[in-house]
């Protein structure tokens, strides 16, 4: 990074290149749009580079800023902790967004009442989650994403991980279908054509695997991505879907589904939080990953909601 590349336009780069826009930016760092524009050709003129290029209707970074941004995020990330370093911290002084990636099940779980924490304690602080994509990025050590919450088996050696919550998965089906409200013997669950979700599309998993020691198969009519689609698609079929028993609870009632317990023991469902070390003592980091932990909590029955203030 040139010297002439000053604290500010550091600040003001890492706001366009998180919300890729002029506009975004601006209203990030409460400036009018011109004021930024003019910002963004002052940080050209230093980086040599357009850092940001028109593509349709929105624009792109430039494979320099690209290769800076994780860097760029970082020094702010490190000055804010130096000048605010004798203050003491309070959420409601945030500013700026914090990107989370979940599965769409967890996510539509875990939002709300995250979006409902942001808005009274920290109304500065925009949340923007992400879903879980086929292959695993590394979204994390690139700096795109500030936390990932899921099942985490592959963690890099610069990822710190946290176990947030031991599950376990059982099948759901809607009112009215044969399995219902019945106890469900292991050839009649087997018999039941069944909907997977899998991030990868694959159609055998775990429980095939089990399935095949017992010396038993099961009928999988397809899979979706995510567990809110096998849910919404359950609702309206005899298909049998599967959710986690207590993440997933909320979402289930919500839908007025009806769970149906597999009828062979399962492993457990290990739900992990994930951040790069890079924000091991980043106050308002260890504040969000506190918020995350909590909530978790909160909509799994591990603690008593917190009263609405």
């Known amino acids: 990074m040139q010297s002439r590349l000053d604290l500010n336009l550091l600040v003001a780069l890492d706001a366009l290149l998180e919300e890729g826009s002029v506009t975004g930016a601006a209203e990030r760092l409460h400036l009018s749009g011109p004021a930024m524009s003019r910002t963004l050709g002052r940080i050209r003129k230093a980086l040599g580079d357009p850092v940001l290029v028109r593509s349709g209707r929105g624009m792109v970074p430039t494979p320099r800023a690209l290769a800076i941004r994780a860097e760029v995020h970082e020094l702010v990330q490190r000055a804010h902790m130096l000048f605010s370093e004798d203050d003491a911290f309070s959420p409601s002084m945030l500013e700026g967004t914090f990107t989370l990636q979940a599965e769409e099940g967890t996510a539509s779980v875990l939002s709300g009442p995250l979006l409902e924490r942001m808005a009274r304690d920290a109304p500065g602080v925009t949340l923007r989650f992400l879903g879980e994509g086929p292959r695993d990025t590394h979204l994390l050590r690139r700096a795109s994403i500030d936390l990932e919450i899921g099942v985490i088996t592959d963690a890099a050696p610069d990822t710190r991980l946290e176990p947030l919550l031991e599950d376990r998965f059982s099948s759901v089906v809607r009112p009215g279908h044969p399995l219902a409200g019945r106890e469900v013997t292991l050839d009649a669950w087997c018999a039941t054509t069944q909907l997977t979700n899998t991030r990868r599309g694959r159609l055998a998993g775990p429980i095939d695997e089990l399935l095949a020691g017992m010396g038993r198969s099961r009928r999988v009519a397809g899979t979706v991505p995510t567990v809110a689609a096998a849910l919404l698609v359950v609702r309206e079929t005899d298909l049998m879907g599967f959710a986690a028993e207590r993440l997933h609870r909320p979402?289930?009632?919500?839908?007025?589904?009806?769970?149906?317990?597999?009828?062979?023991?399962?492993?457990?469902?290990?739900?992990?939080?994930?951040?790069?070390?890079?924000?091991?003592?980043?106050?308002?980091?260890?504040?969000?990953?506190?918020?995350?932990?909590?909530?978790?909590?909160?909509?799994?029955g591990m603690r008593e909601p917190q009263a609405r203030r």
């Open 251 to 300: 979402l289930v009632e919500r839908l007025g589904l009806v769970w149906v317990p597999i009828p062979f023991p399962m492993p457990p469902l290990n739900l992990s939080l994930a951040w790069h070390a890079r924000y091991d003592a980043d106050p308002a980091h260890a504040w969000l990953r506190r918020c995350v932990r909590e909530t978790v909590a909160d909509v799994t």
